[in-house]
């Protein structure tokens, strides 16, 4: 640990991911100031020592010792612009460029993607800060700054919104959906179930003080891959979905889509860290909630 109680600023802290490292960092006495751009529910608000403040609180001194930034746009739904890039690029660039200045030890962990920059306007973005980030930290030759890159593959779990891909398809085999149109599921992924990646941020965080000065980098997920066809079909003979109504083939690949997705975990694992669900397991973690 950094101190007994370390203060932290997060982004993104009322979304599915922030409010799983949320509720575990505030468990372990840590303190959170979180930045949000809408009202959030009350599930954080029965700890003391969590707070939240609006972006136009944002030029206030916040005081903290860990920057967690989880904001993000993934850009669905036709999202303009700049919708993407305020979260993914803007937002951590201000917080890293304006800490800068400050003389304080920082630890900053950013929440990063696997997805290669030419697949979205949203991978792009992401890799856009990281690239930034670094080129910003080596010119300016920055000390007392932790950067951490945390490279996640594919998260899922009881509490993902509709829109997440694993939640949108047992919401819909649940419902008895007569019909689920799908590409032709090609597509290798590493699917992680989202209690071993709070595990494995929380061991990073743990870790921190034996990290270099600079910039250090991550990659999590479950280390095996599996087709988008197979975990389909994994799910629905979990729900005893009938195989009949998935309709693969449906929907054409999007432009440029990234086939084969994959994760280096031997880093994550030199700090004793290994995941704890299969696919299979997580997705009975999941249903049972």
């Given at each position: 640990?950094?101190?007994?109680?370390?203060?932290?600023?997060?982004?993104?802290?009322?979304?599915?991911?922030?409010?799983?490292?949320?509720?575990?960092?505030?468990?372990?006495?840590?303190?959170?100031?979180?930045?949000?751009?809408?009202?959030?529910?009350?599930?954080?608000?029965?700890?003391?020592?969590?707070?939240?403040?609006?972006?136009?609180?944002?030029?206030?001194?916040?005081?903290?010792?860990?920057?967690?930034?989880?904001?993000?746009?993934?850009?669905?739904?036709?999202?303009?612009?700049?919708?993407?890039?305020?979260?993914?690029?803007?937002?951590?660039?201000?917080?890293?460029?304006?800490?800068?200045?400050?003389?304080?030890?920082?630890?900053?962990?950013?929440?990063?993607?696997?997805?290669?920059?030419?697949?979205?306007l949203y991978a792009l973005s992401k890799n856009l800060f990281l690239a930034s980030a670094e080129k910003i930290i080596k010119e300016h030759q920055l000390k007392k700054i932790k950067f951490i890159n945390i490279k996640l593959e594919h998260f899922?779990?009881?509490?993902?919104?509709?829109?997440?891909?694993?939640?949108?398809?047992?919401?819909?085999?649940?419902?008895?959906?007569?019909?689920?149109?799908?590409?032709?599921?090609?597509?290798?992924?590493?699917?992680?179930?989202?209690?071993?990646?709070?595990?494995?941020?929380?061991?990073?965080?743990?870790?921190?003080?034996?990290?270099?000065?600079?910039?250090?980098?991550?990659?999590?997920?479950?280390?095996?891959?599996?087709?988008?066809?197979?975990?389909?079909?994994?799910?629905?003979?979990?729900?005893?979905?009938?195989?009949?109504?998935?309709?693969?083939?449906?929907?054409?690949?999007?432009?440029?889509?990234?086939?084969?997705?994959?994760?280096?975990?031997?880093?994550?694992?030199?700090?004793?860290?290994?995941?704890?669900?299969?696919?299979?397991?997580?997705?009975?973690?999941?249903?049972?909630?």
């Amino acid at each position: 640990m950094l101190e007994s109680t370390p203060k932290v600023l997060m982004t993104g802290g009322s979304g599915f991911l922030g409010k799983s490292i949320a509720k575990m960092l505030l468990e372990k006495k840590y303190s959170i100031n979180n930045l949000i751009n809408s009202a959030s529910s009350s599930e954080l608000a029965q700890y003391d020592a969590y707070r939240e403040f609006s972006y136009n609180e944002l030029d206030k001194n916040i005081d903290a010792d860990i920057i967690i930034h989880c904001a993000t746009n993934y850009g669905r739904d036709n999202s303009p612009y700049k919708k993407i890039f305020q979260p993914n690029l803007y937002l951590p660039l201000q917080l890293l460029i304006e800490r800068m200045q400050n003389d304080h030890p920082l630890v900053f962990i950013n929440i990063d993607t696997s997805l290669e920059s030419k697949t979205s306007l949203y991978a792009l973005s992401k890799n856009l800060f990281l690239a930034s980030a670094e080129k910003i930290i080596k010119e300016h030759q920055l000390k007392k700054i932790k950067f951490i890159n945390i490279k996640l593959e594919h998260f899922y779990g009881s509490n993902a919104p509709s829109n997440n891909f694993i939640t949108y398809l047992t919401q819909s085999m649940q419902a008895g959906s007569p019909k689920i149109d799908l590409t032709l599921g090609e597509q290798q992924r590493d699917f992680i179930y989202i209690q071993d990646v709070v595990n494995a941020i929380s061991i990073i965080i743990n870790e921190m003080k034996s990290f270099d000065d600079g910039v250090t980098k991550f990659e999590i997920g479950s280390g095996e891959n599996i087709t988008i066809k197979d975990a389909v079909l994994t799910i629905a003979d979990l729900i005893l979905y009938d195989r009949k109504n998935l309709n693969f083939g449906a929907v054409p690949y999007r432009k440029n889509e990234q086939m084969i997705s994959e994760v280096s975990l031997s880093k994550i694992k030199q700090l004793g860290w290994l995941p704890k669900y299969s696919f299979a397991e997580g997705i009975k973690e999941m249903l049972k909630k």
